[in-house]
């Protein structure tokens, strides 16, 4: 039994160490990069919902510092995110027999320039799009507007991340 114990152990700690470092996040490798800046993202939009580009620009900001251990930085930044809110669109999905919408969507469209300053084979720009769905009986304020930034916010910055700093 102690021989079956030291073996488990052996193959534990091999494994883990064989392996290298592991992030629950997928961040990769970022070697000698320390800071990140998100510049303000100009709403170009034709529809232009006011505070978005200032509470997309947090969104962000908040998920690279909780899934990283990059600091914030206002100018300098070793990675550097920027761009526009290209969309902000409210659309029909369904329609009632009356001819009216059974639901609405809600779809904001952001373009990303990524800039890595250690390593600029990993910048890109890239568009970036989701949506949030909600009755047609519904105005889109309050907490339904609340709820679908949330959650749009969630997605977009997931994806934005996962593109800049993730090996998925």
């Known amino acids: 039994m102690k021989y079956l114990k030291y ?8 494994t883990v160490l064989g392996c290298g470092a592991y992030s629950f996040t997928g961040v990769q490798d970022l ?4 800071t990140f800046q998100v510049n ?34 206002t100018s300098n930044g070793d990675l550097v995110y920027e761009g526009e809110i290209t969309e902000y669109r ?20 952001v373009n990303v320039r990524f800039y890595n300053k250690k390593d600029d084979e990993n910048d890109f720009e890239r568009s970036f799009s989701f949506f949030y769905d909600y ?20 997605r977009l910055t997931q994806d934005i991340f996962n593109a800049s700093l993730a090996n998925w």
């Open 7 to 14: 073996s488990l152990l052996i193959i534990i700690a091999s």
């Open 31 to 34: 070697g000698n990069v320390d």
């Open 40 to 73: 303000y993202f100009q709403n170009n939009a034709a529809l232009v919902e006011p505070g978005l580009e200032r509470d997309f620009k947090i969104a962000l900001e908040d998920l690279i510092q909780n899934q990283t251990n990059l600091s914030l930085v």
């Open 90 to 109: 409210i659309s029909p999905t369904t329609a009632t027999a009356n001819s009216t919408a059974a639901q609405n969507r809600l779809t904001i469209s």
């Open 135 to 154: 009755a047609g009986s519904e105005l889109l304020s309050g907490s339904t507007k609340t709820t679908a930034f949330e959650e749009i916010f969630e």
